[in-house]
């Protein structure tokens, strides 16, 4: 088991409301020492539930002190009423602690349509924060899973002069893949001092090379949210300014953090049995190095041939060709496989036989390297593959 | 069987070349007659195949006397070498019937990045010449298929004042989701005497509204191409205007003509066990209801949940709100399953009940209709389900 390292300022506790299933941890309280600063983002998705717009509203009007997270049941598509609900979870705690309603971000995760069940979450509160403490961070992530197959953490402890500061995280989910499951959920500390709009900056671009560069499905769950909060626990001095050694030293342990995080996702996608990396390289811009990279990530073809091991370069170009480039020339591409050079000038290298890809599909970790050869942008994207269990878990998720 | 009206001036040659597999009717040939107008249109994928690339440019230099097709090697992925290839079939058959080169149009589908066998092809073009016949649509139909489990054909016959004109077609492929087998391929006729420049925009209207309404799985061909050729055979008057009324006549049988093999490409897609016609209205563009249409179309959560007969509107709803709508109020949709109200106001309509959503879904044909409620534009999509079979052709196509 990975090495959690406790975040001063923040202690977690976990419990069982009996949401959809009896004796299941399905209530995690994240609380936080008073003066903590906390960034967040959140889908992208027109379709929000309730719990991302109470979220949302009070982030802007208070610095949070609880952070609330129920699974079981999404709080989506709930209209009014859902939000009324929230309400009343947040209300409760809040009176419980003994602070302004504004300071509770509520996040909940699981079946959309279906009314929260308000009395269970309230009252398995008190068993939540009786359980507060600092070393729960891996507790905390069993208790945020749903159909995850094992929890998701990430930690370090990073030497800066003559002391360290700590990044700790969890996450639950795997990609963007389950809008019932309302997926995505992460949850990460640093008991560093950061002002809040450099905190909001960090979290952005870590976000943005983690997050936003893996796809199971490329579908976007209603309930997707990540907060980054900074206790001031650190004898640290406090972060002002972008330039910054301590804030660069930060952001760079926090981006990495983060794309373990998301890393851990993709690979506990639902029935994946790959892992691929599509990095792409000679890119006018870093636009069109993303836009063949997803649109290689997420074709059904592409994720078949990967679960059956199959070096199909032809539907490798095929996505490419569809990508819409401008002025795409195809015939200036480069695709490798696993150090395999499978395709030079838009057709078959002629180095390349079968049998060298077949060996390079063989693995778990598949790397596959687009050269556009046509600028000096590049990026990379993580994916899995599509196998019968992924239709099986989707096809059978309700019945 | 459907009855086909064969087309005056139009006759159809097919046989054996033994490309992939010895004895299947592999090669087929059409005869234009001399003054046929020919349009077409072309895959929008910028890997596009050799014979693509050929067939364009010599359509820009010459009406076409012949079509050329092959199945069993697509070359595509196949560089110089493939052109000169297409090139040597295309002669060989311009100097056997006596024409230019640039009146051959050559088209291929098949496997991606195998160099094409002139010679079979060659050998085989006097066994297909030998065979032209005007009563032979039903056998070319079949002898373009490839992975297809039937024939795909259309054919009317209209009336217009005291005569008729015909428009019979063939197409192959199942819809875009095949660029290893470089899927579609439509040929269509009519004996209709009718202007280069009002061909091309009667073509171009039919197949947005038809081929361009359909997907499997968002994947796009290299080799897809449909062309209308009409050769004046008819007594019926020349049109030359857009607003003939034999012209309107005719661009309404073709969208119809079209829409239905389009269609049938979607129900002999791979794995298909559903037809899912969406209708999206109340848009406030035709752009974005097909953005809402194709975003819920291509959704592999969606296409799994019709697998599984499943009404589950959260993944609906989900897909919605990541179509990239402005503005877009999720409260404001209606969802409705073959009748049945499933959602209002962004969510669970309050006569809805589980068994009336079962009930809905259990038929093949499903049709969703979404009330998008902010403005007056419409378009409606068709596509087919994701199942185990799915899965299972398309990853072990090559193995």
Redesign the interface.
Known sequence: METMFPVNGVRLGIASAGIKKVGRKDLVIIELAPGTTTAAVFT?????AAPVVLARQHLSQAAPRYLMINTGNAN????ES?LLAARATVRALAERVGCAEEEVLPFSTG???ESLPVDKLVAAQALALADLHEDHWQAAAEGIMTTDTRPKVASVRIPFGDHYFSITGITKGAGM????MATMLSFVATDLTIAPALLKVALSRAVEQSYHRITI??????NDACTLSATGASVLPPISSETDSLYLSFCEALESLLLSLAQAMVRDGEGATKFFEIQVHGGLTGRECLDVAFTIA????VK??L??S?P????L??????AG?VN?A??QITLTLNDVLI?E????AASYTEADGVAAMAPVNIVLQVGLNRGTASTTVYTSD???D???I??????
């Open positions: 992208r998705n027109d379709f929000c989506a598509g709930t209209g859902g079946v959309i349509g893949i389950r809008p019932n499905d490329g579908d976007t769950s209603t997420e074709s059904p073809l078949t041939a679960f059956a199959d199909n370069w032809g539907r170009l095929a996505a490419i060709g569809r480039l795409l195809i015939d395709a000038r838009g057709q078959r599509f196998s019968y992924y239709v099986r989707n096809a059978e998720y309700r019945t």
